[in-house]
C-alpha cells in the first residue's frame, strides 16, 4: 500500500473492531468502502471484465471482511490481505460466469501465506449471525457470499430484479455490522 499512514490507521481499525469496539468497525468499512471499489474496478480492467462486475465484487469484499475478520493477522500489513479478497472474489465471480482469469504468479504467493479456513466455531457463529436476517437478505447472504452465486443467479431464483439483490446485500451489510457491534457489548 503506497500510504503507510492509512495502513496503520486502518489496521488499528480493524484491531480495534476484532475487540469489539462497533465504532471502529464502521469507521474502518467506510474508510475502505471507496478503496475497495477502486481497485476492484481496476482489477476488472485487468482481468478483461466489465467495470459493472466490480460493484458486486466489492459488496462480496465486504461481507467477506465481515465474515472472516478473525483470520486476518494482527502482525501483517490488511492492505494485502484486502487485496487478495478483491482479487479472488473477482475470480470467482468470472469462474461463475464461465470466463477464465490469468492470475499473476505474485498474487497467486501472496495467497497461499494466508490461512481461510473458517473453524466449526465461526461457522456455528456465522449460522447465529445469519439467523437473525430476515428472508430475502439472509437467503441473499447465504446465496452468493457462502454458496457463491451471481448477483444474476440470485435475482433469478428469487424472482428479484439484480438492482433490488444488491440493495438487500447491501442492507443486509448494515445489519450484520450491527449485530456485530450489538454482540461486542
Known amino acids: ?50 467495470t459493472s462486475e466490480a ?41 461463475r460466469r464461465g470466463k477464465q482469469a490469468m492470475v499473476p504468479l505474485e498474487d497467486v504467493i501472496a495467497t497461499l501465506e494466508t490461512d481461510e479456513r473458517i473453524s466449526v466455531s465461526d461457522r456455528i457463529d456465522i449460522e447465529h449471525i445469519l439467523a437473525k436476517l430476515k428472508d430475502p437478505q439472509r437467503t441473499i447472504v447465504q446465496s452468493i457470499s457462502i454458496e457463491g452465486s451471481s448477483v444474476r443467479e440470485t435475482a433469478d431464483r428469487l424472482k428479484m430484479t439484480e438492482g433490488a439483490v444488491r440493495v438487500s446485500l447491501h442492507r443486509a451489510l448494515k445489519t450484520l455490522a450491527s449485530l456485530y457491534g450489538e454482540r461486542a457489548i
Not at 5 to 26: K, P, Q, T, V
Not at 57 to 82: C, N, Y
Open 1 to 50: 500500500m503506497r500510504h503507510p499512514a492509512r495502513e496503520i490507521e486502518w489496521a488499528s481499525w480493524m484491531r480495534a473492531a476484532i475487540a469489539g469496539d462497533s465504532n471502529a468497525y464502521h469507521n474502518l468499512l467506510t474508510a475502505l468502502t471507496p478503496h475497495v471499489r477502486v481497485m476492484a474496478r481496476r482489477r476488472c480492467e485487468q482481468f478483461g471484465a466489465p
Open 55 to 95: 460493484e458486486d465484487v466489492v459488496q462480496e469484499v465486504l461481507l467477506a471482511i465481515h465474515l472472516k475478520r478473525g483470520t486476518w493477522d494482527p502482525s501483517r500489513p490488511l492492505g494485502p490481505w484486502i487485496s487478495a479478497m478483491v482479487r479472488n472474489k473477482l475470480v470467482d465471480s468470472l469462474r
